[in-house]
T-cell receptor, first 115, second 111 residues
Framework: DAGITQSPRHKVTETGTPVTLRCHQT?????MYWYRQDPGHGLRLIHYSYGVKDTDKGEVSDGYSVSRSKTEDFLLTLESATSSQTSVYFC??????????????FGEGSRLTVL | AQRVTQPEKLLSVFKGAPVELKCNYSYSGSPELFWYVQYSRQRLQLLLR??SRESIKGFTADLNKGETSFHLKKPFAQEEDSAMYYCALNHGSSNTGKLIFGQGTTLQVKP
């Protein structure tokens, strides 16, 4: 497995509280992504990063913010969690430079429940 | 609009039977398509990509631009093929992994 770890792996929180999920990689890859996985929707891109301090929105970015202050860490923050953000969140990284695009390496996922 | 559709939420077959997991896409450019698989208690991982035209674990997928399809096929299913399968489309630049995923199909191979 690629060196990607997510924390926490499980979290239960209440509506209105802030939540931060952390993705840490040891591969020194440039691109990092946050996806959410929901039944009937598959995986949807929330935000991605193409370098330190360089981030951009995905298709479901409302209610989420991200930060990347170091190559190895990509943080996903829910400023005020809502029940619609109950989901499994996956971090992913792209392959090294020169690798074929589209090959993502995924973390194990973080299951978030918002009550 | 760019879209990936997997019409079957669940596909159940017996061991040794042929398998076809359907994937249709909508994309205005030249598509880059992939199949990802998630086995129980394992990470989501790349199974195959259309550009490589390879066979992985006995699975193949052919891009049909006329029908805008990228169906995944295997002639003889094995129990270890039971998993969640996602079809995905790369709609970013050639350097990114901005993928659009389908809804996923659970393949259940019965003994």
């Amino acid at each position: 497995d690629a060196g990607i770890t997510q924390s926490p792996r499980h979290k239960v929180t209440e509506t209105g509280t802030p939540v931060t999920l952390r993705c840490h990689q040891t591969e020194n890859h440039r691109y990092m992504y946050w996806y959410r996985q929901d039944p009937g929707h598959g995986l949807r891109l929330i935000h991605y990063s193409y370098g330190v301090k360089d981030t951009d929105k995905g298709e479901v970015s409302d209610g989420y913010s991200v930060s990347r202050s170091k190559t190895e860490d990509f943080l996903l923050t829910l400023e005020s969690a809502t029940s619609s953000q109950t989901s499994v969140y996956f971090c992913a990284i792209s392959g090294p430079a020169g690798a074929l695009a589209g090959e993502l390496f995924f973390g194990e996922g973080s299951r978030l429940t918002v009550l | 609009a760019q879209r990936v559709t997997q019409p079957e939420k669940l596909l159940s077959v017996f061991k040794g039977a042929p398998v076809e997991l359907k994937c249709n896409y909508s994309y205005s450019g030249s598509p880059e398509l992939f199949w990802y698989v998630q086995y129980s208690r394992q990470r989501l991982q790349l199974l195959l990509r259309h550009i490589s035209r390879e066979s992985i674990k006995g699975f193949t997928a052919d891009l049909n631009k006329g029908e805008t399809s990228f169906h995944l096929k295997k002639p003889f299913a094995q129990e270890e093929d039971s998993a969640m399968y996602y079809c995905a489309l790369n709609h970013g630049s050639s350097n990114t992994g901005k993928l659009i995923f389908g809804q996923g199909t659970t393949l259940q191979v019965k003994p």
